[in-house]
């Protein structure tokens, strides 16, 4: 594989290094978590990137994707981790528009896809319940079909930022006597403002707020929201998530936590030296620059297959698994860098509840162990890191 950029990706790089120093929005810039995010600025970058038509870079030219090749969708993804830009959220862009495309209906396509692409519809995920996770083939809610509608009944959980979205795609059990339960689930797209949706707050040990429970009683949904085929859903899922797990690597975005791990590292001090010349510290952080570097060449491959019109497979469970674990040991190496400093709460106090008292160490250690904190959950979502290891065994070892 030829690791070397040509001149014509090299142009490439600096239109779009050039077009996002004009165009991101600036208050943007100093955002430290997502839960510090209003809706509008969740979907600034998007809408402009919608009318750019830079919004949906993955997706085939017909539907409005940029046509770009594996090398430069890579560095579309560089040039935003180096300004830590709030990206298009994935749910519409990454899960239920590839789906609507490749497996829903002409009208569908029509109705959904345009504000998908603009930013002007926001989509979550209905697919958890409290007793179906990973193990998401045990789900329990259930559409029964009335006349031109099903009614939907049943609980998802974990729902990510469902108290702004307008649309969700639930997976719901349409065949309670399927001879396998995966059989009988069928792949749903319902309007959140219908009657008997309603969302409720998880409130996190921090405060914050990004989850929901999402209770759907005696919702009718018109036929014509069935997308594909009725119990065919669990293929149309499985599609789904091989997206949402390669999307998950965050190859880019943890080569820039890396650089700025090394930047706090050579300010810190250990024994009157910069932390970054300890011996120990500098192992563990060239270990994870070398598991990265083989992320990284592994993404590229996965692009490349894409872009020869090979689906995302199995191998996105690989993405997905060192992906998570290499954002885990990130922000663990960042908080022994930061050291006691991290310590929670001390700069939400400060900053958050109205105090003037000025925050308690450097800049760079106010989100250290928020982020920590929440980063745990990247080997859980988007199906466990044990179930991938399991589909990697089946799938690919053939075990």
């Known amino acids: 594989m030829n690791l070397d950029f040509t001149p014509e990706e090299q142009a490439f790089r600096e239109e779009v290094r050039a077009f996002i120093e004009e165009n991101y929005p600036k208050h943007l810039g100093d955002v430290g978590l997502r839960e510090d995010l209003s809706r509008e600025d969740f979907l600034a970058w998007h809408k402009i990137l919608g009318e750019k038509g830079w919004s949906v870079p993955a997706w085939p030219e017909q539907y409005g994707g940029t046509g770009w090749t594996p090398t430069q969708r890579y560095i ?78 049943g609980q998802k959980t974990w729902t990510t930022l469902a108290q702004y979205a307008d649309w969700g795609f639930f997976l719901c059990r349409t065949d309670t006597d399927a001879a396998k339960p995966q059989e009988g689930i069928s ?42 085929e009725e119990n065919k859903g669990w293929t149309y899922a499985k599609f789904l998530l091989a997206h949402e797990r390669s999307g998950i690597a965050g190859v880019a975005r943890s080569k820039r936590g890396v650089e700025k791990l090394r930047e706090i590292a050579a300010n810190e001090t250990l024994d009157g030296a910069p932390l970054i010349e300890d011996m120990d510290f500098a192992r563990k952080v060239s270990q994870l620059e070398i598991d990265l570097a083989a992320l990284e060449i592994t993404e590229l491959r996965t692009l490349a297959g894409e872009q020869a ?51 308690v160490g450097p800049d760079y250690s106010a989100h250290a162990a928020e982020t920590y904190f929440n980063m745990r959950k990247t080997s859980i979502y988007g199906g466990s890191n044990e179930i991938q290891r399991n589909i990697i065994s089946k799938m690919i070892l053939g075990l």
């Not at 914050?208 to 929201?225: A, I, Q």
């Not at 992906?323 to 310590?343: C, D, M, N, P």
């Open 76 to 153: 579309w993804s560089e040039e935003n981790a180096r300004v830590n830009a709030v990206m298009p959220l994935p749910f519409g862009v990454s899960m239920v528009g590839p789906v609507i495309y490749t497996f829903g209906n002409e009208e569908q396509k029509a109705r959904h896809l345009p504000g998908i692409r603009s930013g002007e519809v926001w989509w979550c995920q209905g697919y958890s319940e409290p007793g179906a996770g990973s193990d998401l083939a045990s789900l329990k809610t259930t559409a029964v079909r009335d006349g031109d509608h099903y009614v939907i009944n």
């Open 187 to 228: 792949f749903i797209l319902v309007d959140m403002k219908s009657p008997g949706v309603e969302v409720k707050p998880i409130k996190l040990l921090d405060g914050g707020y990004e989850v929901n429970e999402t209770w759907l009683t005696d919702v009718r949904v018109p036929v014509e929201n069935l997308v594909g």
């Open 309 to 359: 019109g090979k689906g995302p497979g199995p191998e996105s469970s690989i993405l997905k698994i060192k992906g998570t674990e290499i954002q885990q040991r990130l922000t663990e190496l960042t908080l022994e860098a930061v050291g006691s400093y991290a310590a929670p709460y001390y700069h939400s106090v400060a900053n958050d509840d109205g105090s003037n008292e000025y925050p």
